[in-house]
């Protein structure tokens, strides 16, 4: 029977497909964590002020956000799984760089390389996950965003655990080298299979190759202003969520220590409830999903989190705050991977560049937003612009909810 061996042949590649592309968004967030448990270490070794380390920390992101919106074009001139593949070794290898470093400006300059990297990988894995989405048929995408949690509790981990026995040197050098084993070892899946397209619109080796030759020719595919309306509101809602992950990231055991007298351990666990519950729920978010649907998993996601929140932010104890800020997660989880997956099924990698580069921009501007409210008003009351921003997300997405299921 060639039709049902050709069949699971078709299978067994979406299948290691779908292994490659969960370990590099795994990978992404064991690097990423890995360096972030290490600043501390690199301020003390470069000597900078924390007005100056805070502005060298600006080069990831502006790196990163830089880089999205050309990593796009990348993927739509060369395709997103060797863009995947380059981006992860650049990560890898400029992970290790920072340690160098012995002033500020250095490091800031480095940071930019890294940021670069960062930005870039998270497109192009997006893209290529977004592809594979659509041939599957199922929506898995919540599935690949826990890997990236999971990498960077793992990380997050694992750096706290060497702190204090490895040099940030070592400790990074050691990530570089881990990086660039899994990409070795997932690479060759990417780079002997074209991105797989969709059951219903079936597309030969050749004629993928004639329209990546168009597309080099014409340049990137014009969207209408529709589309690309509704590809920035997905974008918008992608923000509000990343806004709310990096408040609860910067201010979260601040708020738990100074607000509410906790311990410095207790006011740590904060965080991690948040991290924990948001896996859960992207692990969890494929079954959701495919029961109830995008637009009631980001109208109550949103809606989940701004209650979530609320508590996290006001409530006059420990333990209900810690509930809250595990409800803002379990609520946020799965926004920012269907935002990203909806939009790269109307736009392509152009689509996925545009809403990741805002969702960037929300996890940017969440902690000084939060840090200038706080001063003026105080650190309770800015951390409800988190449930604002989700009560927000959840609006647009049951406003927009008939225009963006077409």
Known sequence: MPGHDSDLS??????????????????????????????????????????????????????????????????????????????????????????????????????????????????????????????????????????????????????????????????????????????????????????????????????????????????????DGRTRGLVVVLGLIAGCTAYGEGALADWSALHLEEDLDTSSGVAAIGYTCFALAMTIGRLTGTTLLERLGRTTVLVAGGATAAAGMLLGSLAPSVWATLLGFAVTGLGLANIFPVAIERAGALAGPSGVATASTLGYLGMLLGPPAIGFMAEWFSLPTALTSVAVLAAFASAIAFATRHSAAK
Do not use: Y
């Open 10 to 223: 078709h299978l067994r590649v979406l299948r290691v497909l779908r292994i490659a592309i969960t370990a590099f968004f795994a990978l992404d967030g064991f690097v990423f964590a890995g360096w972030v448990v290490r600043i501390p270490a690199i301020k003390e070794q470069t000597g900078a002020s924390p007005g100056a380390l805070g502005l060298a920390l600006l080069g990831v992101s502006a790196g990163a956000v830089v880089t999205m919106m050309l990593t796009g074009r990348l993927c739509r001139r060369f395709g997103s799984h060797p863009v995947t593949v380059v981006c992860a070794v650049l990560l890898s290898l400029s992970v290790a760089l920072p340690p160098l470093t012995h002033s500020a400006l250095a490091l800031g300059g480095v940071l930019l390389i890294f940021g670069a990297a960062f930005g870039g990988i998270n497109v192009a894995f997006n893209s290529a996950a977004v592809d594979l989405v659509a041939a599957l048929g199922r929506p898995i995408m919540p599935g690949f965003h826990a890997a990236f949690s999971l990498g960077g509790m793992v990380g997050a981990g694992a750096g706290s655990l060497v702190a204090d026995s490895l040099s940030p040197t070592h400790h990074l050098l050691g990530i570089t080298v881990l990086g660039l084993l899994v990409t070795a070892v997932a690479a060759p899946t990417l780079l002997r299979h074209e991105p797989p397209a969709p059951p219903d619109r079936p597309l030969a080796r050749n004629d993928l190759e004639s329209r990546q030759d168009d597309d080099r020719e014409a340049g990137p595919r014009r969207l």
